[in-house]
Structures are given as C-alpha cells and as structure tokens.
C-alpha cells in the first residue's frame, strides 16, 4: 500500500472571502472596517485596536521626528508618504513593507541630494554626459551603494549620514534579495530601517525653529523656490509658513 504524506495548508491565502467570486455570492458576507483590517494585518498577529496602537508605538521611536513637510508633490509623493505608509505597514504586521518603503525613501533622498547639491565643473553645472563621464552612469541610474559613494566623496553627506544609508541599503537587500535569510529579527530591523529613512529625510529637509521661524535646508528652499513652491504671502484662506535658511 502506497505510504501517504501530509502537510499542513492554508487554504485560498490570498482571498478576501467577503469579496471575492464565487464565495461572495454563495455565502453574501458583509464587507465591514473589522473584516478590511482582518485581511490587511498580517494572520498570526493581534489584529485588534491594543495591538495596532502598540505597533505603532514600536515603530514611532524615530530620533527626530518629521515635523514640517513642504507642500511640493515630489517631496510629498517620494519622501513623506512612503515614510508614513511605512508606519502604517508596521501597525499592520507588514515588516517586509516597512523596510521596503524605506528603502525606496533611501534612495529618492540621494537622488534629490543630488539633484539640489548644485554640483559643477568649472562653474558648470552637470549634464547628463558629465555624470556619464564621471560615474559610468547617469546618477539616477547608478546603484544606491555607488550613489551614496559619490554623494560622500563630494562632502554632500558626512559619515554619519552614510551610515544610515548604508543601514537602509544593506538591510532591505538582505530581505528582500535573499531567499535563505530568515525573519526572526524581521520587526527590530524594520524598525531600526525606518528610523535610519526618518533621520535622513528630516536632514535633507531641515526643521530647526528660531523665533517663530522654521530654518529649512538651503538648498531645499532653492529647489522649492526651483518649483515656485515660495511665495511672499499666503493665498487667502491657505495657511503659510515662514522659511529662513538653515546656517551651515
């Protein structure tokens, strides 16, 4: 008699039951903010409202915190709200998400380093072709670990700014590009990767305040001048903040 071997299974693991054919017509379910929730957290893990705050209480242990964000869509859309979708993984059990939106942050912040650091040749600014000529790519295209060795060798980070690059950099290759690295540690690193993308956002922004006045990096106000994301006064009705360069 032929010897028969069992494994455990779990069944449609990528259904939203409430939701999706033929189940919903056989058995009608009734798609609530509960059963949403329920299909987003990660199964195993406390989907409840104690568990999710607590999770975010984990991952909000950033350094500095990200208190002002300029209205600029780039910034927004490459910089903020991946950072703030990576908390929201986090509550949510996702780790692998967190630490993928990172490093996606990681590497949009060195390409905009880059692209506000004003870098020329005499008194040039860079084409494309010089960045060819001088990385063998276009800066854009390079790798993240080139990219942050060109941003260091011109002083456009310093060691410690490198340091959380290469934080970000090595950790999501290690989870997300191979298969035999485990996940015991999974949540710690997703939290030590956001605040390493947390603390090099705030210091490409800049936030300091000295007397009512918030003293963003220069060379951001360049950019959002660059944008025309400045202006002399507010719009009617549309709130405003005043920007002083940051003295370096």
């Known amino acids: 008699m032929e010897e028969k071997k069992l494994f455990q299974g779990w069944i ?3 259904a939203f039951l409430e939701l999706d054919e033929p189940w919903a017509q056989v058995i009608p379910r009734e798609v609530t ?3 949403i929730l329920d299909y ?3 199964p195993g893990l406390g989907r409840d409202v104690t568990s999710i705050a607590k999770r975010y209480k984990e991952i909000s242990v950033e350094p500095i915190r ?12 490459k910089l903020v709200w991946p950072l703030r979708h990576a908390k929201a993984c986090y509550m949510a059990g996702n780790y692998l ?3 993928s939106l990172c490093g996606m942050v990681g590497e949009m912040v060195a390409m905009l380093l880059f692209d506000i650091s004003g870098i ?4 040039t600014p860079l084409t494309h072709e010089n960045e060819v000529g001088l990385f063998g790519s276009e800066f854009e295209k390079l790798g993240q ?4 060795a060109v941003l260091r060798t011109y002083n456009l980070i310093d060691e410690q700014l490198k340091a959380h690059f290469d934080l970000i950099r090595t950790k999501r290759r290690r989870y997300l590009h191979i298969y035999s690295q485990d996940h015991d540690n999974l949540a710690p690193d997703a939290v030590e990767v956001f605040k390493a993308a947390a603390t090099v956002v705030v210091k490409v922004i800049g936030q300091d305040i000295e007397n009512g006045k918030i003293l963003l990096n220069p060379a951001i106000i360049k950019y959002l001048e660059k944008q025309g994301k400045l202006t002399e006064s507010s719009p009617e009705n549309q709130p405003g903040m005043i920007v002083n360069p940051k003295q370096t």
């Open 12 to 14: 449609n693991p990528l």
């Open 145 to 148: 670990e080139r990219r942050i």
């Open 40 to 42: 987003i957290c990660t």
């Open 66 to 77: 990200l208190t002002i964000a300029p209205v600029e869509d780039r910034i927004l859309t």
């Open 33 to 35: 903010q509960e059963s």
């Open 97 to 99: 998400g967190t630490i």
């Open 120 to 123: 020329s040749i005499n008194g």
